[in-house]
């Protein structure tokens, strides 16, 4: 049977597999959104994370929450939690029996998520058997540097796309007839999604014509309309979802 969140935490606060639960005020289970695309895995929880039983709240959390931000999301939209859920005397790496005793609880929170992309803060896995803490500390810097580059790269165009198809489904859409003047061939980037502009002619308040300035989705084909056709437009604020000639 599939564990649920709840009976997971009611496990994680009911362990007593190692040492790690003698000494901790609280334990750190994770939190975040539970079906986020982005799943961050680090070694275990430091002094404030054990006061406050919350994942990356001190100095490396609010590191974190930076990088985050920069990427264009909140805490709220990943998922953050530690291979091991108490914390360790002194912060040390966790011993390789203490994340062995934690690893099946962290296999049923990725089970549970289903992230598309899962980020390992620190080498922890590696070197919480080498035990080797100033390599873990280069390869923190590098592992979140290549993870901020490759979320540019590939991950944060997806996110705006999809960002802009659920605008343009789930807003309000209006349809408008307008003379139809030109479709530019450049794409540009309006908020990390590709555009071509088009623009029609429409009248302002005065009656007086204007150039009227639409987004279409450079992912689109457009259809073969002349300029002086008039054309309806449907769209949701300057995001066109469709273009036919009247």
């Known amino acids: 049977m599939k564990t649920s969140w709840q009976s997971l935490y009611d496990e994680i606060f009911a362990c007593e597999k190692c040492e790690l639960c003698r000494r901790i005020h609280n334990k750190v289970p994770g939190q975040g959104d539970i079906h986020a695309r982005l799943m961050f895995i680090g070694e275990g929880p430091g002094a404030d994370e054990d006061m406050q039983g919350l994942a990356f709240v001190g100095a490396a959390g ?11 999301m909140t805490r709220e939209e990943v998922y953050i939690c530690n291979i091991v859920k108490c914390r360790p005397p002194q912060n040390r790496t966790p011993f ?16 549970l998520v289903r992230p598309q992309v899962l980020v390992l803060l620190g080498a ?12 873990t500390d280069v390869l923190t810097i590098v592992s979140l540097s290549v993870m901020i580059f490759c979320y540019d790269l590939f991950l944060k165009p997806l996110r705006c796309y999809q960002r802009h198809l659920d605008n ?30 088009m623009t029609c002619t429409d009248l302002d308040a005065k009656g007086r014509p204007y150039d009227r300035l639409f987004y279409f989705d450079a992912e689109k084909p457009f259809p073969a ?9 449907v769209h949701h604020e300057l995001d066109v979802s469709d273009v036919v000639r009247v």
């Open 168 to 197: 343009v489904i789930s807003g309000r859409r209006r349809a408008v007839d307008l003379p139809f003047l030109a479709i530019s061939d450049d794409i540009s980037l309006v908020d990390g999604v590709p555009y071509r502009a």
């Open 96 to 111: 390789p029996e203490e994340a062995a005793a934690c690893l099946p609880y962290l296999r049923q929170q990725v089970a």
């Open 225 to 233: 309309i002349a300029a002086g056709e008039t054309v309806r437009v």
């Open 124 to 135: 922890a896995i590696y070197f919480a058997i080498q035990r080797n803490e100033v390599a």
């Open 62 to 72: 609010q590191l974190l929450t930076k990088m985050i931000a920069a990427m264009g």
